[in-house]
């Protein structure tokens, strides 16, 4: 007979009909909350189990428990028995649940807990998001008289809410293949002040995600591993690593990863890394004495065509001579620059442009907005093959396979790192937006795309999209009887920006979020978001376009 109870995270259980449920609205019920650790966030208290405690309130307990990481869960495993306590790692994954999991029992000790997912975070910290539900087992057993948990899945469920509370995003640093640009990859962990940084070290020497894997390098070596925790005076740590390092990279290695690992421990105060190994005195690097990686950042001032003059706004403006003119004569709708001159789009033709050349068409059968890299290579898609994609630089061309879909692609654009792409298709009244790997040869030439990542579904018939910073992509579609703007985090959240109010064609990013997102409004103005609100630039007259910057 199915029993089934209904029990706040804190562990208060209601007897109710049907499947076990943990709430997530009513009365506060969800645990104590510790105020003493401000630094950290919240820090949640969730309750022991009780004596007595049926199997339906160990399981609901234990799901519960995952708000309480203090001292390696040790609340969650008393609801375990003693050799599953020793063997359980909350630290394999974390899912992230929309609504209370159901609890249904097959028989005394057999129960399966189902939970519709957001989202999965994996042990290095790299969210995906899962469609449809997840059935996760568990096995009863009594010990001393009371139940516990014999078998339960390794990981952690935590609704969104505590999610937002307890993990924090932080972005590893991987290279691009010629090593001279950083590529930022997202990654959630633990808010705890004592274990951030040994997480980040750790899942940065296990290597990028595998869908971004063939794009990019990394100084770590496949096997190598940390060894003890990291050092700290001041800004400055020291993070020891085993002798694999230098036996499968080699020493030239250390001074690249201990740029990669400063790049990837900013977010918790670091400024310099070195790195040495183990029982190796003076086989050390440091990061301060490496040449600077290119991290993406662009002029923030908008690039605008106005009449025939391509030019900065704002201070110390300048302009791009003897391009403006030649925008304007083909009646150019779109330009994207680069550091070997830029893709022009008049809505169905796609023309290089540079200072001091003749303009080239690339293609009169463009279906969406091309976009560049910074050494010259176009990518686009031709009306004709919908199934693949142009890539093309100085009349060399080569193609690049798409995956099969019955949807259109709205629009396209390249990362400034020239590593991944971001990739809008609509089908119906939604669009998808997808990120993938550009695989490169090693003249840096594109020769395939990787398996796609996706972001969440969007609303509308989506127009246009741009790379806002390294790590956020603006997504611009039409819905309803306005436009709609939504900001994805590649590898975290997506956020609904403010509607413009008036009617917007295109977007531009540049490289620091949601403060250099421009607009370009149907009327020919220019757009900044302030505070809350749209705001059309002052002392400017009707524009043609905004330059993206690559």
């Known amino acids: 007979m199915r029993r089934a109870i209904a029990a706040a995270l804190a562990g208060a ?48 307990g234990f799901l519960s428990a995952g708000i309480s990481p203090d001292d390696g869960f040790s609340i969650a495993r008393e609801f375990l028995t003693e050799t599953e306590a020793q063997q359980w790692r909350p630290g394999a994954n974390v899912i992230v649940r929309a609504g209370p999991p159901e609890v249904s029992f097959g028989s005394e000790t057999e129960a399966t807990a189902v939970v519709s997912a957001i ?21 009863m057993q009594r010990e001393d008289g009371e139940w516990r948990i014999a078998d339960a899945p390794d990981g952690i469920v935590l609704s969104s809410f505590h999610f937002a509370e307890l993990f924090r995003a932080h972005s590893l640093h991987w290279l691009t293949p010629d090593g001279t640009r950083a590529v930022p990859e997202v990654r959630w962990f633990e808010r705890t002040a004592t274990t951030a940084a040994s997480r980040i070290i750790d899942a940065l020497l296990a290597g990028p995600s595998t869908w971004l894997s063939p794009a990019v390098a990394t100084a770590a070596a496949a096997e190598a591993r940390r060894v003890g925790e990291p050092q700290v005076e001041g800004t400055r740590m020291t993070v020891t690593i085993d002798f694999t390092q230098v036996q499968q990279m080699g020493a030239v290695s250390l001074q690249p990863l201990a740029t990669q690992l400063a790049l990837s421990l900013r977010t918790v ?73 830029g893709v022009a789009h008049t809505g169905s033709t796609a023309v290089w442009i540079e200072a001091g050349a003749d303009p080239v068409v690339i293609s009169a059968d463009t279906a969406s907005v091309p976009t560049v890299d910074d050494s010259g290579w176009v990518v686009l898609q031709e009306r004709a093959v919908p199934q693949r994609l142009l890539a093309w630089r100085d009349g060399e061309r080569a193609e690049l396979q798409l995956p099969p879909s019955p949807d259109r692609i709205a629009a396209l654009e390249l990362s400034r790192d020239g590593s991944r792409l ?14 993938v790997a550009i695989v490169r040869d090693a003249e840096g030439r594109p020769v395939s795309l990787g398996e796609p990542y996706r ?14 910073s390294p790590t956020q992509i603006a997504v611009l579609a039409t819905g309803g009887d306005q436009a709609q703007i939504v900001m994805h985090v590649v590898g975290g959240d997506s956020e609904q920006l403010p509607a413009p109010g008036v009617p917007v064609r295109s977007l531009v990013g540049g490289s620091e979020g949601i403060s250099t997102l421009r607009a370009l409004g149907d009327d020919g103005s220019l757009l900044a978001l302030r505070g809350r609100v749209w705001t059309a630039a002052d002392d400017l007259g009707p524009i043609t376009l905004i330059a993206t910057q690559q």
């Open 455 to 468: 972001l969440p579904l969007l609303d509308g018939a989506a127009i246009d999209v741009t790379w806002s």
């Open 119 to 139: 989202s999965e975070v994996s042990g290095t910290g790299a969210l995906q998001r899962p469609a449809g539900d997840r059935a996760l087992e568990f096995l």
């Open 269 to 341: 105060g670091v400024r310099e890394v070195v790195v040495q190994v183990e029982a190796r005195d003076g086989l050390s690097a440091s990061s301060a004495d490496a040449p600077p990686l290119d991290v993406g950042s662009v002029d923030q001032r908008p690039l605008v065509l106005d009449g025939t003059s391509l030019r900065s706004l704002g201070a110390g403006a300048s302009t791009i001579d003897d391009v403006g003119p030649r925008l304007q004569a083909i009646g150019a709708t779109s330009y994207t620059v680069g550091a070997e001159g």
């Open 422 to 435: 971001a990739v809008v298709t609509v089908g119906g009244d939604s669009s998808q937006v997808v990120v």
């Open 13 to 60: 259980v209601l007897v109710l009909t049907g499947c076990v449920a943990i709430p997530d609205s009513g009365p506060v019920r969800e645990g104590v909350v510790d105020m003493s650790e401000q630094e950290d966030g919240l820090v949640f208290l969730a309750q022991e189990p009780e004596d007595g405690a049926t199997q339906e309130e160990i399981i609901v």
